[in-house]
């Protein structure tokens, strides 16, 4: 349905389909101040989905694929307090009580005044799916736990994963 719209605009814009894709972003719906978007990256450059404030837009938790690449960027731009920059980590998503595993590290950042995790997760995980399917997420980190819903997410990260062959 997505790749339906994206091609109509571009029929209508008369744009080849580079120029369209480095302006298209889709929004979901807003749903208790939050929302999931998506944006085509120009020329090839893959697909981005997001979880953000409704307004102003601030993007909590930021996945990104690229073509011809297994590796899925998931970044959560949440203080978790106690993460140095660099650290090693284990942690867990947990989708309607089931628990995925993921590896990766913190970076630190002056803006947060804390440490926030970096992922890398193959795109063949069955977590992305989880996101599609499930109605709430979470992630507890140092202490701290994130909890995300995930209406209007099985669109976007859909959209991320299409601009990704």
């Known amino acids: 349905m997505i790749r339906y719209f994206a091609i109509c605009a571009i029929l209508v814009m008369g744009l080849g389909t580079q120029d369209a894709a480095a302006e298209l972003s889709l929004e979901g719906p807003c749903s208790n101040d939050f929302r999931w978007t ?23 938790f930021y996945m990104r694929c690229r073509p011809g690449s297994d590796a899925v960027q998931v ?30 590290r913190a970076i630190y950042s002056e ?7 970096e992922f890398t997760v193959s795109r063949s995980d069955p977590l992305f799916t989880a996101l599609q399917q499930g109605s709430e997420a979470s992630l507890t980190l ?24």
């Open 38 to 60: 998506a944006t085509l990256v120009n020329q090839g450059g893959g697909g981005i989905a997001t979880y953000n404030q409704c307004f102003p837009s601030e993007d909590l």
């Open 75 to 104: 970044t959560l731009e949440y203080p978790f307090t106690g993460l140095a920059a660099q650290d090693r980590l284990d942690a867990a998503f947990v989708v309607g009580g089931e628990s995925f595993p993921v590896s990766g």
């Open 111 to 117: 803006m947060l005044g804390a440490g926030y995790p």
């Open 142 to 165: 140092a202490g701290a736990t994130f909890t995300m819903h995930l209406t209007g997410s099985s669109d976007m990260i859909g959209a991320m994963f299409e601009a990704c062959p």
